[in-house]
């Protein structure tokens, strides 16, 4: 069965620092991947999505994620983070097939110090 | 304007109570689905539905009950509500099914005294 792991439940950076937030997948093939924020007091919003093609793939407000295939990874990435970043990132993976739905990682908090 | 919206947006109820949680969306979306998001658990598909009138089990469907009776249209019904389903519930839509977007609402807080 498919599943995402988010290994970090909450994540403290400065403001205008450098931002990786780790996912990976259990999956042999390519999936469908995904990355969620929900900002607080509001539903999910997508920030990108990758099934093929260029391994980075780049979304809104500065975000990119890469596609590491060897290592089943999909961390998101952001060059250098504002307080309004700060929220619930999660990652989440679709595989197709008779597996038909999309799963969620739990989630990680991030927090943006001035 | 929201293309998801989800009423009401907080909950509270007693054990054994009867709740509905309506969600409509205008999106012209085919796909409909019911979250639960817990502490520990991110989110985690109570029922989902492709149509007016179909309707799909998800991965917890145990003590909830769903209907689709448009395709803007998705209820929950917790017909013997109890305090393990306190919790914050999304409706989302989906233009497909799995590798599309899914378009989530505001969410409703429901406690279960």
């Known amino acids: 069965a498919q599943s995402v792991t988010q290994p970090d439940a909450r994540v403290t950076v400065s403001e205008g620092a450098s931002l990786q937030l780790r996912c990976k997948y259990s999956?042999?093939?390519?999936?469908?991947l995904f990355w969620y924020v929900q900002y607080p007091r509001q539903g999910l919003q997508l920030l990108l999505k990758y099934y093929s093609g260029d391994p980075v793939v780049q979304g809104v407000n500065g975000f990119e994620a890469e596609f590491i295939k060897s290592n089943s990874s999909f961390h998101l990435r952001k060059a250098s983070v504002h307080w309004s970043d700060s929220a619930v990132y999660f990652c989440?993976?679709?595989?197709?097939?008779?597996?038909?739905?999309?799963?969620f990682g739990k989630g990680t908090l991030l927090t943006v110090t001035p | 304007e929201a293309a998801v919206t989800q009423s009401p947006r907080n909950k509270v109820t007693v054990t054994g109570g009867n709740v509905t949680l309506s969600c409509r969306q205008t999106?012209?979306?085919?796909?409909m689905y019911w979250y639960r998001q817990d502490t520990g658990h991110g989110l985690r598909l109570i029922h989902y539905?492709?149509?007016?009138?179909?309707?799909q089990i998800g991965d917890v469907p145990d003590g909830y009950k769903a209907t689709r009776t448009t395709q803007e249209d998705f209820f929950l019904l917790l017909e013997l509500a109890s305090p393990s389903q306190t919790s914050l519930y999304f409706c989302?839509?989906?233009?497909?099914?799995?590798?599309?977007?899914?378009?989530f609402g505001p969410g409703t807080r429901l406690t279960v005294l």
């Open positions: 999106n012209s979306h085919n796909y």
């Open positions: 989440a993976v679709y595989c197709g097939g008779s597996n038909y739905k999309l799963t």
């Open positions: 999956y042999s093939g390519t999936p469908y």
């Open positions: 989302a839509s989906s233009e497909g099914w799995g590798g599309y977007e899914q378009y």
């Open positions: 539905s492709y149509g007016a009138g179909n309707l």
